[in-house]
């Protein structure tokens, strides 16, 4: 599902799908850093987007008549970070008909929390 997305272009990488959530990774390089080094808030905010879209479609009863899109996002970014790569984690708040709601938690390898968003989620017909 990412060829020729952002999501390819920038390096996440889809690491773990499980029962009530997914996860992936993202490199912090120059595709992902602001001119000061630190990776960019808008980078986190395309891993957060990216997780829950593709969170919501994976949940969908028949992905051949419905599209998950994104509808509002928010994001709190709470420590920098300068190299390496960080994880975001995507868990399901509310999986209504018309509706999804996702928390998505950004961190270090470490454990160390980078970013908070929430995203809610469309679901058309």
Known sequence: MSTGT???HIGIVFTEIGEDYIVAK????????????????????????????VASYLCLPDPATQKAVGLEINANHIRPVHEGEVFGKAT?????????????RITTP???????????VAILS
């Open 6 to 8: 952002i999501a390819e």
């Open 26 to 53: 993202m490199p912090v390089d120059d595709r992902t850093r602001q001119p000061m080094k630190l990776l960019h808030g808008g980078a986190s905010v395309v891993l957060a987007e990216t997780l829950g879209s």
């Open 92 to 104: 399901a708040v509310h999986l209504g008909r018309s509706t999804h709601i996702w928390e998505i």
């Open 110 to 120: 470490a454990g160390k929390l980078v970013c908070v968003s929430r995203l809610t």
